[in-house]
C-alpha cells in the first residue's frame, strides 16, 4: 500500500488527537512495523494500517470502524487534491461524471499491484452506486471518503448503505444522491 496512506493517518491524527498520540500509538508497536517514519512514495504492508488504526482506536478510546471512517472523510480533500482528482471540478455531478476513471487510475497508484475490480462506480441518472470487495482498508474508510465527498461539495447528499461484507454479504455496496 502506497505511503500516502501511511502520511495521511499521522496528518489525520495529529489533527484530531495531537502529535503525541500518534508517536505513543508507533512507539508502542515499533517492533511490528516495517519502517518509521512512513514517506509518501513508499510502499508498504497494508497490515501495518490496520495495526495502527487499531492501535490508534484504543489510544482514542473508540471504535476502529469509527477511526476507519472519520479518516476517511478527512482524507478526501487531501487525496483528491494530491492526485488532480478535484482539480477544476466544483460542481459534483462534474466531479461524478468522470469518477470512475479518475478513481481506477488513482487507485492504481496506492495499490500499485493490486487488481482494481474490487470497487466499482457507477453513475447514472444523479445516483452513485460504490461497490466495494476489499478488507484493507476497511470498508468504513469508503464510507468516510463518501462523507468528505458530501462535505467538499457541500451539498445535502443522503448515503444509503445496501450491503456489507461484515454482515455477511460478499461486497460493501453504497447509493449516494442529492435528494
Not at 504492508?45 to 489510544?59: H, M, S
Not at 495499490?111 to 460504490?130: C, M, N
Not at 482498508?137 to 456489507?164: H, K, N, S, W
Amino acid at each position: 500500500m502506497r505511503g500516502i496512506l501511511f502520511t495521511e493517518l499521522e496528518r489525520f491524527v495529529a489533527a484530531r488527537g495531537g502529535a503525541d498520540v500518534y508517536d505513543a500509538v508507533v512507539e508502542r508497536l515499533d517492533a511490528r512495523l516495517t519502517t518509521d517514519p512512513y514517506v509518501t512514495p513508499g510502499d508498504y504492508p497494508a497490515e501495518e494500517l490496520v495495526l495502527l488504526v487499531a492501535e490508534l482506536a484504543r489510544e482514542l478510546a473508540t471504535a476502529p470502524m469509527t477511526v476507519w471512517r472519520e479518516f476517511g472523510s478527512w482524507s478526501f480533500a487531501p487525496l483528491g487534491t494530491r492526485y488532480r482528482m478535484l482539480a477544476g471540478r466544483h460542481d459534483l455531478n462534474a466531479f461524478l461524471g468522470g469518477l470512475d476513471r479518475a478513481l481506477r487510475t488513482e487507485l492504481s497508484r496506492v495499490y500499485p499491484r493490486s487488481r482494481l475490480d474490487y470497487v466499482e462506480i457507477h453513475y447514472a441518472g444523479g445516483t452513485l452506486r460504490v461497490t466495494y470487495r476489499e478488507d484493507i482498508p476497511d470498508c468504513a474508510f469508503v464510507r468516510g471518503l463518501l462523507d468528505g465527498m458530501r462535505e467538499q461539495f457541500q451539498v445535502p447528499l443522503v448515503i444509503e448503505e445496501l450491503t456489507c461484507r461484515k454482515l455477511g454479504a460478499c461486497a460493501c455496496e453504497w447509493e449516494a444522491r442529492v435528494p
